[in-house]
């Protein structure tokens, strides 16, 4: 089947530690995002991807890192340096050929101790 | 200023009933797409429906409709009968400017929840 998961969906570190969160979608789409959901809130953009070996901060880059080093793959660091990591996160992606909507991961729940 | 205002934090409605849920965006943009988001307490987002900016017809998807507006730059989603299943987070989302320029990034609102009674 056709998706994009995330993994763990759930995750646990402590303060001060960076932590990688996973994205892999097998619909050979071209552009992924990151987005940052907190309680009671919209999405807010982190970075995003159109092609490989390329990407772009969002609105919300700081404390973050990305790489696109596949076109199916598109993992994100949460660093020491973002101050409030506690949140969901949501990995999407979607073709670049017409208006077609983003598709969405299952999540990332993750909670610094 | 916010680019996509959902004004009402929480709506109810009873179940076969039509709900409005209102959404009001800010763009100097020419170009620009509309699309509505539902995410259910599991956290994924499902796609519901889309309106292009130059779309003349108000878009709709089964039991979901937009009530597009341009002048007054709202696109109100439109659920009829309402069913159980459709108590949810609903969230409006703007692309600005063409799918090239804009790079297919969303801009999404504050969300509305939406709980169906039966």
């Known amino acids: 089947d056709g998706g994009i998961t995330q993994s763990p969906k759930y995750l646990f570190r402590k303060e001060g530690q960076n932590v990688t969160l996973s994205c892999e979608q097998n619909?050979?789409?071209?552009?992924m995002y990151w987005y940052r959901q907190d309680p009671g809130q919209g999405l807010r953009l982190i970075y995003y991807?159109?092609?490989?070996?390329?990407?772009q901060k969002g609105d919300i880059a700081e404390g973050y890192s990305v790489s696109r080093e596949k076109k199916e793959s598109f993992p994100l660091t949460v660093t020491s340096a973002q101050k409030n990591p506690t949140a969901f996160y949501l990995c999407?992606?979607?073709?670049?050929?017409?208006?077609?909507?983003?598709?969405f991961g299952p999540g990332t729940r993750l909670t610094v101790l | 200023a916010q680019k996509i205002t959902q004004t009402q934090p929480g709506m109810f409605v009873q179940e076969k009933e039509a709900v409005t849920l209102d959404c009001t965006y800010d763009?100097?943009?020419?170009?620009?797409?509309l699309f509505w988001y539902k995410q259910p307490s599991s956290g994924e987002m499902i796609f519901l429906i889309y309106?292009?900016?130059?779309?003349?017809q108000n878009a709709t998807e089964g039991r979901y409709s937009l009530n597009f507006q341009k002048a007054r730059k709202s696109a109100n989603l439109v659920i009829s009968a309402s069913q159980l299943g459709d108590s949810a987070m609903y969230f409006c989302?703007?692309?600005?400017?063409?799918?090239?320029?804009?790079?297919?990034?969303?801009?999404f609102g504050q969300g509305t929840i939406l709980t169906v009674h039966p």
């Open positions: 999407a992606s979607k073709s670049l050929a017409s208006y077609n909507e983003q598709f």
């Open positions: 619909l050979n789409h071209d552009a």
């Open positions: 991807s159109q092609i490989v070996n390329d990407f």
């Open positions: 763009t100097s943009d020419q170009s620009y797409g």
């Open positions: 309106q292009g900016s130059y779309d003349e």
């Open positions: 989302a703007m692309r600005e400017g063409s799918e090239l320029t804009s790079y297919g990034k969303l801009t």
